[in-house]
Structure formats: structure tokens, C-alpha cells
């Protein structure tokens, strides 16, 4: 079973611990690289979640921060 759930954003700090426990479970079974781990994670966020990260993602690039799957 490689395909994580989507995630919708959740206010539960523990629903959104469990779901990057589960990509990186995911991840390490498929050796995917570092720099394709992000991409996949913001693929599955939907809702709020996307919105979320779809505005914090271009705060920290206009801040020169690198957005990368350590600092999603």
C-alpha cells in the first residue's frame, strides 16, 4: 500500500504527524530522493491544507528561505 491519503488539514497536531509517519514510511520503501519528497507531500494536500501551504511556501521563498521537504 504506497498511496498515503490526501491531506485536508487538520487542526489535531497528531492527525498531521501521522500523515508525514506515513509518507516517510512511503518514501523510504520506494528510495525516493530528498528532493522529490516535497513534491509528492504538497501533491496530497487538498483544502485548507494546500491554501495553507500555498501561501506559507511563497512567504518563506520571498523571506530566501530554501523550501525543502525539512523545512515543510
Known sequence: KC???QFRGDADSEVADHWI????KIFSFLGCLEERKLEYAVYMLT??????????SQML???????DWVCF
Open 47 to 56: 483544502g485548507e491544507a494546500e491554501h495553507w501551504w500555498n501561501g506559507t
Open 3 to 5: 498511496s498515503p491519503p
Open 21 to 24: 509517519c506515513e509518507l516517510e
Open 61 to 67: 521563498i520571498d523571506r530566501g528561505v530554501v523550501v
